[in-house]
């Protein structure tokens, strides 16, 4: 169904493989980032060799103003949005939770928690058939360490994917009425640099062995899942959380 979709946290890992297979399929992306408009350009590049059109837009989706002018360039872009990708997110470097600040949980909040509402109502408010859209579907990334804990290292991250899992379900049941499906997928150990920001660049691949597939995934195998439930193949798919983990 999309033949436009906004992803946010798309300049790298999974957001950017995800915007790189939606423009494989032929739809066009609105690319978010915080901060390395480099690297989005660069997807967005990518995206248009693939056969899609994309355009870029610099934002924080924990400001509410932010989000909204993200839509806003979407739709002006685009016109009629089908698809969300809520990808944005962030990770502290790993610590035990007697060692934390309110401020580290404060931020995680922030952006994982509310960013992803603020990102899913700016889609619902524009792809729900009452509100005069034509459908769609949201794909929430989450996290294996909701249901892991991320005990010694990312018990607050753990708990801000928790809180997504969650959403993602008493949200599908509230807007599945209304043409849009919302999903979520819970990466496992994935090569990306979100572990580098984490302080561990390592860890994928230490921990990725641990797993029963014996390896870390990829983005690109995070994406394809991604692509899948925001298309039409998935039209009977609402409410799901799909663990894309190796096992783990």
């Given at each position: 169904?999309?033949?436009?979709?906004?992803?946010?946290?798309?300049?790298?890992?999974?957001?950017?493989?995800?915007?790189?297979?939606?423009?494989?399929?032929?739809?066009?992306?609105?690319?978010?980032?915080?901060?390395?408009?480099?690297?989005?350009?660069?997807?967005?590049?990518?995206?248009?060799?693939?056969?899609?059109?994309a355009?870029?837009?610099?934002?924080?989706?924990?400001?509410?103003?932010?989000?909204?002018?993200?839509?806003?360039?979407?739709?002006?872009?685009?016109?009629?949005?089908?698809?969300?990708?809520?990808?944005?997110?962030?990770?502290?470097?790993?610590?035990?939770?007697?060692?934390?600040?309110?401020?580290?949980?404060?931020?995680?909040?922030?952006?994982?928690?509310?960013?992803?509402?603020?990102?899913?109502?700016?889609?619902?408010?524009?792809?729900?058939?009452?509100?005069?859209?034509?459908?769609?579907?949201?794909?929430?990334?989450?996290?294996?360490?909701?249901?892991?804990?991320?005990?010694?290292?990312?018990?607050?991250?753990?708990?801000?994917?928790?809180?997504?899992?969650?959403?993602?379900?008493?949200?599908?049941?509230?807007?599945?009425?209304?043409?849009?499906?919302?999903?979520?997928?819970?990466?496992?150990?994935?090569?990306?640099?979100?572990?580098?920001?984490?302080?561990?660049?390592?860890?994928?691949?230490?921990?990725?062995?641990?797993?029963?597939?014996?390896?870390?995934?990829?983005?690109?195998?995070?994406?394809?899942?991604?692509?899948?439930?925001?298309?039409?193949?998935?039209?009977?798919?609402?409410?799901?959380?799909?663990?894309?983990s190796?096992g783990?």
């Open positions: 169904m999309p033949k436009a979709i906004v992803v946010t946290g798309g300049s790298r890992g999974i957001g950017a493989a995800v915007a790189r297979l939606a423009g494989a399929r032929g739809w066009n992306v609105a690319i978010n980032f915080a901060g390395n408009e480099t690297a989005a350009r660069g997807t967005a590049a990518a995206v248009e060799k693939a056969g899609g059109r355009i870029v837009i610099r934002g924080d989706v924990a400001s509410e103003a932010d989000v909204i002018a993200l839509f806003e360039a979407a739709v002006q872009a685009f016109g009629v949005i089908g698809g969300v990708v809520n990808n944005a997110g962030i990770v502290a470097p790993g610590a035990p939770v007697a060692d934390h600040s309110i401020d580290r949980w404060r931020r995680l909040i922030d952006v994982n928690v509310i960013g992803a509402w603020l990102v899913a109502r700016e889609g619902v408010r524009r792809m729900a058939k009452t509100r005069g859209g034509e459908g769609g579907s949201i794909v929430n990334i989450s996290s294996a360490a909701a249901r892991l804990g991320g005990a010694g290292e990312y018990v607050d991250y753990a708990a801000t994917k928790g809180a997504i899992d969650t959403f993602t379900v008493g949200l599908a049941r509230e807007v599945g009425g209304d043409g849009v499906r919302v999903n979520a997928i819970r990466p496992g150990v994935i090569d990306t640099d979100i572990h580098a920001s984490g302080g561990a660049p390592g860890r994928a691949e230490s921990v990725g062995k641990t797993t029963p597939v014996g390896r870390a995934g990829t983005a690109e195998e995070v994406a394809a899942a991604v692509i899948w439930l925001l298309s039409d193949e998935a039209s009977y798919v609402n409410g799901a959380i799909l663990d894309v190796g783990r």
